[in-house]
């Protein structure tokens, strides 16, 4: 974090979920796709980015063998407290108009209403953050929508008025590098849509080991070791 310039460390948080396929391996001392005595269905993924920059990256992965709102106030707020206490500022919550996403900020962030914004209790300065769902063809589109205007609306006079931003790109502000960072890990499971749960961590974790090889090549050439 110490390498990024202070506007890049403004993010979003983006939460998504990839079904896997219910399958137990033990590799390596280690039990894979087993949770709660129960094969894994899903895996809650959550990933910071930037707002105003390049920056992305996954910072929990949760193999899990059902989802419900609960579950996801408990890692959202552990993930939370992690990226504030390493120096991030979130700023907005993003996800897909999913019933239980929706549940998630009307019952757990929320008193019965989907909020615009929470504080962030582990921020000093006590953040505002934006709440969105992203709107698609579903039952919900038409609350994603609305919950969308308004969450970007709140979340550009926030920036615009207290982040020491000029302008904000709000394309910029989508789940979209999360969904290509799953068609990257079933890239690298040999093109299979049902990855199983130790797939997808292997794959987060080879897709780690090129970025950092990646950024010690660029930081040689940069000081001409190379």
């Not at 929320?110 to 909020?115: A, F, L, V």
């Not at 008025?161 to 799953?182: A, M, T």
Request: proline share 2%.
């Amino acid at each position: 974090i110490s390498s990024l310039d202070s506007k890049d460390r403004i993010v979003s948080i983006i939460i998504d979920e990839v079904y896997s396929s219910q399958r137990v391996e033990f590799v390596g001392g280690k039990l894979y796709g087993y949770v709660d005595n129960v094969p894994t269905k899903t895996v809650l993924c959550f990933m910071i980015k930037s707002v105003l920059g390049r920056y992305n990256d996954v910072v929990a992965m949760v193999p899990l063998s059902k989802i419900d709102s609960k579950i996801m106030e408990q890692w959202f707020f552990k993930v939370l407290k992690l990226v504030t206490e390493v120096g991030f500022r979130a700023v907005a919550i993003l996800t897909d108009g999913h019933s239980v996403n929706n549940k998630f900020f009307r019952d757990e962030l929320g008193n019965g209403s989907i909020p615009l914004y929470i504080e962030n209790p582990f921020s000093i300065i006590k953040e505002k953050m934006s709440s969105r769902t992203k709107d698609g063809l579903s039952s919900e589109t038409f609350l994603a929508a609305i919950q969308t205007s308004r969450g970007l609306a709140e979340l550009s006079k926030y920036l615009l008025n207290e982040g020491q931003v000029k302008y904000i790109l709000l394309r910029k502000i989508n789940s979209d590098p999360l969904e290509k960072r799953f068609g990257w890990y079933r890239q690298l499971g040999g093109g299979n849509y049902f990855l199983n749960c130790r797939q997808f961590l292997e794959s987060e974790k080879k897709i780690r080991i090129n970025s950092l090889l990646m950024t010690n090549i660029q930081s040689f050439l940069h000081f001409g070791i190379l």
